[in-house]
């Protein structure tokens, strides 16, 4: 079947640190892969996006790399802030039947210390 | 360009009761789809519409239904509530295209008591 994990959280960070989001997933056919944010009391905002094998997916200093050999899609940044607090959702995108569907992990919650 | 939004934010409804739940897509988009999201989980997919027909539908049972009109906005009615029914639910639109980008709206919390 299709499936998405995540780590599980929170993730407690100090400001400046490094992230690192795993994300592995389980497909047939050969999806698309994101990253969605979620800050409190809010909807989903799409992140970063690969569409293909080796595609690397990178903004507002996150980045992803679309690894089909290891099925994965790890979320990364040098160095967060205090506003990057949210919870983070890796999803993979297929199109089934008529649709197109994201199916997504159980999402990671970061916290950052000032 | 304005966004998706949702309505209403919230609302606390009783077991056995019907909801409806309404979403405007963004400008542009002739796609929406539905997510349940219960609490500290992701979303699930409800179903799809495209051009006010039904294109394709996750695991729920058919007390899920929803419409989609010529202005490509949306609702989601759900019939004969189960408390297991609480929970955050998203509406997402698209342009239909390749890059298969989808725009959330801010959510309905919905509570079944």
């Known amino acids: 079947g299709n499936s998405v994990t995540q780590m599980e959280g929170p993730v407690t960070l100090s400001e400046e640190a490094f992230l690192t989001i795993n994300c592995t997933y389980t497909?047939?056919?050969?999806?698309?892969l994101f990253w969605y944010v979620q800050y409190p009391g809010e909807g989903l905002q799409l992140l970063l996006k690969?569409?293909?094998?080796?595609d690397k997916g990178s903004n507002k200093g996150f980045e992803a790399t679309y690894r089909k050999e290891t099925t994965s899609f790890h979320l990364e940044k040098g160095s967060v802030q205090v506003s990057d607090s949210a919870v983070y959702f890796c999803?993979?995108?297929?199109?089934?039947?008529?649709?197109?569907?994201?199916?997504f992990g159980s999402g990671t919650r970061l916290l950052v210390r000032p | 360009e304005t966004g998706v939004t949702q309505s209403p934010t919230h609302l606390i409804k009783t077991r056995g009761q019907q909801v409806t739940l309404r979403c405007s897509s963004q400008?542009?988009?002739?796609?929406v789809s539905w997510y349940q999201q219960a609490l500290g989980q992701g979303p699930q997919f409800i179903f799809q519409?495209?051009?006010?027909?039904?294109?394709g539908r996750g695991n729920f049972p058919p007390r899920f239904s929803g419409l989609q009109f010529p202005n490509y906005s949306s609702e989601l009615n759900v019939n004969a509530l189960e408390l297991d029914d609480s929970a955050l639910y998203l509406c997402?639109?698209?342009?239909?295209?390749?890059?298969?980008?989808?725009?959330f709206g801010p959510g309905t919390r919905l509570t079944v008591t």
């Open positions: 999803a993979l995108g297929l199109r089934m039947d008529s649709s197109y569907k994201l199916i």
């Open positions: 497909a047939t056919g050969y999806p698309s």
């Open positions: 690969a569409t293909k094998a080796d």
């Open positions: 400008s542009g988009h002739n796609t």
């Open positions: 519409y495209y051009r006010e027909e039904e294109n």
């Open positions: 997402a639109s698209n342009d239909g295209g390749p890059k298969h980008e989808q725009y």
